[in-house]
């Protein structure tokens, strides 16, 4: 009860927060089986995972766990960017990403009977695209719950609307600067790259806009409840 407490705005009542809950829940959902969809699809995971697979294989560390620790970090990331602390923000990133992180292994565990890496180029293409689209979509409607998020999604939601002027495109690119470095360090390190391919181009370049639609025409009645 005192975490439900915590979460809700002075301005939601009992009936939009629980509109809100139910929206959060789809979307965390929505989310953690997309990701999996494009891990699974072997096209290329958007970029925040293809940099946690690499991380998960340099250390020999179960996918979850490695997840989870990675949003701790940027968690920490994100207080710093918005100069202060921010209790709200830091433990709802928190929250978030526990149940998201675990979903993901397993969803993909559940997935891997499926073979969707052996199917056709073109087929695993579209797979992995429809992937995308559903990461974005889930990204979208969990950011307007205005509940919780994941500290990576925090990260470009504080650089769209606090320093670039609400652009969605510029925002999520922009917060793709540390898992493209890590990347590289992994691969510098291993000589191995893992988990990426043109699906992870395309969400590097395209994510952000297809969120920025999302927001106009998938569940138009969430709207954004920023303030820095």
């Excluded at 978030?96 to 559940?110: H, K």
Aim: aromatic share 12%; with cysteine; hydrophobic share 50%.
């Amino acid at each position: 009860m005192v975490g439900i407490a915590f979460l809700m705005k002075k301005d939601i009542d009992l009936g939009k927060f629980k509109i809100r809950l139910g929206y959060l829940i789809f979307a965390i959902i929505l989310d953690a089986f997309s990701n999996a969809v494009m891990i699974d699809s072997n096209m290329g995971s958007a970029v925040w995972m293809s940099s946690a697979v690499n991380i998960s294989a340099f250390l020999h560390s179960p996918y979850g766990t490695t997840l989870f620790v990675y949003a701790v970090l940027v968690t920490i990331a994100n207080q710093i960017l918005l100069r202060k602390f921010d209790g709200h923000i830091f433990i709802s990133n928190l929250l978030f990403s526990f149940p998201f992180s675990y979903l993901v292994g397993i969803f993909s565990n559940v997935l891997n009977p499926l073979g969707l890496n052996q199917l056709p180029l073109l087929m695993r293409l579209m797979v992995n695209i429809l992937g995308l689209i559903g990461v974005s979509i889930g990204t979208s409607i969990y950011q307007r719950c205005n509940l919780i998020q994941h500290p990576n999604d925090e990260l470009a939601y504080l650089l769209r609307f606090k320093y670039l002027h609400g652009s969605a495109g510029w925002g999520q690119l922009l917060s793709y600067t540390p898992p493209v470095v890590i990347m590289i360090i992994c691969f510098v390190l291993t000589g191995n790259i893992l988990s990426v391919g043109i699906g992870t181009i395309l969400a590097m370049f395209f994510q952000g806009v297809i969120i920025g639609i999302s927001d106009k025409i998938v569940v138009p009645s969430l709207k954004h409840h920023y303030s820095f």
